[in-house]
């Protein structure tokens, strides 16, 4: 047993000296049955002359094809498909040398058809068996369940990636999962075994099946799992008290193999009220390759994320604007270490500085941008909505204006599901971003048709994990061991994960003619609440025991529901289902630009009250609520 515990591979020529017994025993117990088993006729054959033949030809073939390269604990469907490979080599070329020896030099073979055809199959039933016998001692041995607790577990999927974790499981010696079952959707797989362990229908058994075994884990193993039946999985785990791990998606592992540390926990992202948005759009590629491209705010969660997706299409340079050095710094590392193949350069500056902006375009000629610096936390800026303005607005309108004037060829511009029917600084300051880059594009269409700038907005909701958003204050929270806070009990967010975020961006990028308002259709709101309760627990707490959820009221300007469209926007859909465009008629550029101008004097006129007053002129549907600002909507 110590032998077997300290054994992590079995040496080859302990294979070779294993191959060689099972092939000639093979060859010998077909000539006693060939013989049946009479001794004299037997000896009479020369069996052993034929079995050593047998033998050495065999190790050749099974040498030839690597069928002794593998590692014997590991074997799998793979290996059993080699052996049988090397035995039906085996039996061709004898089977050969049978034909021609018998029919063209009539001479008699040392081996026989009949033993020939009983000794492969015997030997090849054999070979296979002894592997799989090593490979249950190995994790017999390596698991030993005399020193181990094991948590009893069930799988859901009974189909090839339910097959692959459950092996994944059992080979790692440090995994305490003990499989009881596996449960599946397919009405056809119910009441069949796989791997030892019977099949069960759906989520109907898994109530019994707890209570029996004392179920704690369970592993959900599907490709291509809907969301709402993954939430339904969830749920119920979480009535009956079962952990819930996920394997990751099949592109992460199917190369390298699916490992028992690469299951996991089941995130809240796994947990999104629909189906997430995958983008794969060829024309990304032309659009990108071998273009200057600069990303504003490019050390930001929106930014950074964008940078990396951009760089796997092959840009002449990446050009990385942002204001945070320290963000900033760690962008350039990360992308001289895990990029490398993608030209970049970090530029430190500020969006609201028109001779820092300028520099940019005149020095590195970006020829397409994305725009995604701003300040986007709502109760700060309604702290500070100078700041806001400063940047969302004049930052925007200096970055868009030397775009124009340096002949970029798109700029793509990063909004929010805030900026509809706003009711804070924040998402007005993004709605006035939104109107002058519009208007600039309807300006330039019609003044200046050959060549142009084109501008597009993209629209999306709260981004899961980006800096500042719910998940990981709530996250914080329990590790902390609560209270998580919510505003109100009923306050819904869209919410959508970083790289969709990303995709619609540069999707936007592509299809935009110049004008156009991207949103995504991100499927039904979610309540906070109800996140909160489930983030407890699947953190394997309590509500209200362990953790206590509070209702601290909704902060200055915050709104109880996001809006993607205001009451005079239509939407026209396009090439993608999940993809589409606002119509809303654009402002006049002189209208708006004149506008915009003022803030200019206003902002260093230190005067919060104008400032906002003026941002609900612009914007005339910008309604404060829980809000100071809310007395200028009564004076006006």
């Known amino acids: 047993m110590r032998f077997f515990t300290k054994l992590t591979i079995l040496p080859r020529w302990v294979i070779a000296f294993i191959d060689a017994l099972i092939l000639f025993s093979s060859a010998s117990f077909a000539f006693m049955v060939r013989f049946n088993f009479e001794w004299q006729e037997i ?13 050495i030809v065999g190790l050749l073939v099974l040498q030839s094809t690597n069928s002794q390269e593998g590692i014997i604990r590991h074997t799998g469907f793979r290996d059993g498909v080699n052996i049988l490979k090397s035995i039906t080599i085996n039996f061709a070329l004898f089977f050969v040398l049978l034909v021609f020896r018998g029919n ?56 090839e990636a339910g097959i692959i974790a459950r092996e994944a499981i059992k080979q790692d010696s440090k995994s305490l999962f003990n499989t009881i079952a596996f449960l599946d959707d397919d009405p056809y797989k119910e009441g069949k075994h796989i791997l030892g362990h019977r099949i069960y229908r759906g989520l109907g058994d898994l109530e019994k099946l707890a209570k029996q075994f004392g179920i704690t884990e369970l592993i959900i193993a599907v490709r291509d799992l809907s969301v709402t039946r993954k939430n339904e999985i969830i749920d119920e785990c979480l009535r009956l008290k079962i952990s819930v791990s996920i394997i990751p998606p099949v592109d992460q592992w199917i190369n390298g193999g699916l490992t028992a540390g690469a299951i996991r926990e089941v995130k809240i992202e796994d947990l999104l009220s629909r189906e997430q948005i995958i983008l794969d759009n060829p ?11 600069l990303v504003t705010g490019a050390a930001g969660s929106i930014g950074s994320e964008l940078c990396r997706q ?59 941008v994305f725009h995604a610096a701003a300040y986007k936390h709502v109760p700060m800026m309604e702290n500070y909505p100078e700041e806001a303005i400063h940047s969302n607005v004049l930052g925007t309108k200096i970055l868009a204006d030397i775009s124009v004037l340096a002949k970029v060829d798109k700029f793509v511009f990063v909004s929010t599901d805030k900026a509809v029917n706003p009711t804070n600084v924040m998402g007005a300051s993004k709605r006035a971003a939104e109107m002058y880059v519009q208007a600039l594009n309807e300006y330039l269409c019609e003044n200046h048709k050959n060549h142009y700038t084109k501008f597009i907005t993209t629209r999306f909701g709260n981004v ?7 998940i990981p204050i709530f996250q914080k929270q329990i590790a902390n061991g609560g209270p998580l806070t919510v505003t109100h009990p009923e306050i819904t967010r869209y919410f959508m994960t970083i790289p969709e975020a990303c995709q619609l961006v540069l ?37 209200d025991k362990d953790i206590k959820v509070i209702f601290v009221g909704l902060r200055e300007g915050e709104k109880l529901y996001e809006e993607l469209l205001n009451d005079f926007e239509t939407v026209k859909i396009t090439h993608h289902p999940k993809i589409k465009i606002t119509q809303v008629l654009p402002s006049c550029y ?47």
């Open 507 to 543: 999707e936007a990028g592509i299809m935009g003619e110049g004008g156009e308002i991207y949103v995504f259709d991100m499927g039904e709101p979610l309540k906070i609440l109800d996140l909160a309760h489930k983030m407890i627990q699947l953190s394997g707490k309590k509500v």
């Open 283 to 293: 024309r990304i590629q032309q659009d990108l390759q071998g273009k200057v491209i």
């Open 43 to 55: 000896k009479a054959n020369d069996f052993t002359s034929a079995g050593a033949v047998f033998m």
């Open 310 to 368: 951009i760089s796997h299409y092959e840009p002449k340079l990446l050009i990385l604007f942002d204001i945070a050095e320290s963000a900033l710094y760690n962008m350039e590392q990360e992308f001289k270490e895990n990029y490398p193949f993608c030209a970049i350069k970090a530029v430190l500056g500020d969006v609201r500085s028109k001779k820092k902006v300028k520099e940019v375009f005149r020095t590195l000629k970006p020829q397409v």
């Open 590 to 636: 002189r209208k708006i630009n004149g506008q915009i101008e003022v803030f200019m004097e206003l902002v260093s006129k230190d005067c919060e009250k104008a400032l906002v007053s003026h941002l609900k002129v612009i914007v005339p549907e910008f309604i404060s609520n829980s809000s100071r600002f809310g007395v200028l909507d009564r004076l006006n």
């Open 104 to 159: 063209i030099l009539h001479e008699r073979f040392i081996l026989p058809t009949s033993v020939l055809i009983i000794a492969s199959v015997f030997s090849l039933i054999l070979l296979i068996f002894y592997r799989l016998l090593v490979k249950e001692l190995f994790a017999y041995f390596k698991n030993g369940d005399s020193v181990k607790s094991y948590k009893n577990g069930v799988i859901f999927g009974a189909g």
């Open 464 to 470: 899961l994990g980006s800096s500042g958003s719910v």
